[in-house]
């Protein structure tokens, strides 16, 4: 039958999982880290999953769908719950996956040193520093490092400054918190400035995609030819590539 049903674009998708974690009917799953529709008649044509999508991914078409099937979103709730151990909560995560980068976790900082070490000096250069604030020319870029970051990377890389700020003009963002494609204000920054490098440091949770993502796109956009590097950080602090 034709029906209306949801279509999701990979290219736009970000992977933060909002969408999955909206579809009561587990329709959505995240799939190496990308939201994908994995069985036409789990979807029920309502649309829970647009409205929390934070990069406009998602939209609808009429096309040939298996009718939405009730009793198949039922069982597979189900047994999914009983493969949940009987948790709801741990349920919901099975069934819609999630977003990694929301999940709780206690992670082991080590223990508390015995005195408080003297304090590192800031390596911060210029402000402000949030993507959506900063102005796409300022005479901090010219001939400038450039170090985009996502927010949560400071806070779980001990030696963040030392290490990424240090040399260089931090920019930072979040791209799930802040809704938005920031590839457009980056290409304005790399055209209009004589950016000399690219860092990208991101967490290792999906959704952080969206803002290594957004710096290659424009960095192929700004038409120019800049040395640029991705680092990964784990959520226990490490560099993972």
Same mark, same amino acid.
């Given at each position: 039958m034709k029906r209306r049903i949801i279509q999701i674009d990979e290219q736009k998708c970000n992977g933060c999982g909002a969408c999955a974690a909206a =579809?009561?009917?587990?329709?959505?799953?995240?799939?190496?880290?990308? *939201?994908r529709l994995m069985r036409d008649d789990y979807c029920d044509g309502l649309g829970d999953c647009l409205p929390t999508c934070p990069t406009g991914a998602i939209t609808f078409v009429e096309r040939e769908a298996a009718p939405y099937d009730e009793a198949a979103v039922q069982a597979?709730?189900?047994?999914? $719950?009983?493969? *949940?151990?009987?948790?709801?909560?741990? &349920? &919901?995560? !099975? $069934?819609?996956?999630?977003?990694p980068g929301s999940r709780a976790q206690t992670l082991s900082g080590g223990a508390e040193p015995? &005195?408080?070490p003297t304090a590192a000096p800031s390596r911060l250069r210029q402000w402000p520093v949030q993507i959506k604030?900063?102005?796409?020319?300022?005479?901090?870029?010219?001939? *400038?490092? $450039?170090?985009?970051?996502?927010? =949560? #990377?400071? @806070?779980? @890389?001990?030696?963040?400054?030392?290490r990424f700020i240090r040399g260089h003009i931090t920019l930072v963002g979040c791209p799930k918190l802040d809704s938005v494609d920031y590839s457009e204000?980056? #290409?304005?920054?790399?055209?209009?400035?004589?950016?000399?490098? !690219?860092? !990208?440091?991101?967490?290792?949770v999906p959704c952080c995609g969206g803002l290594e993502q957004a710096a290659k796109r424009a960095l192929q956009v700004s038409g120019k030819f800049i040395p640029w590097q991705v680092v990964t950080i784990s959520t226990d602090g490490r560099i993972l590539d």
């Open positions: =579809c009561h009917e587990g329709a959505i799953e995240m799939v190496n880290g990308k *939201a597979a709730k189900k047994g999914k $719950l009983h493969a *949940a151990g009987g948790c709801p909560g741990s &349920a &919901a995560q !099975v $069934l819609h996956g999630g977003c015995a &005195a408080v604030l900063v102005p796409v020319e300022a005479p901090f870029f010219e001939d *400038a490092k $450039l170090l985009i970051a996502a927010d =949560c #990377t400071a @806070y779980a @890389y001990a030696a963040f400054h030392e204000k980056l #290409t304005e920054i790399l055209k209009r400035n004589n950016i000399r490098e !690219v860092t !990208v440091v991101r967490m290792e």
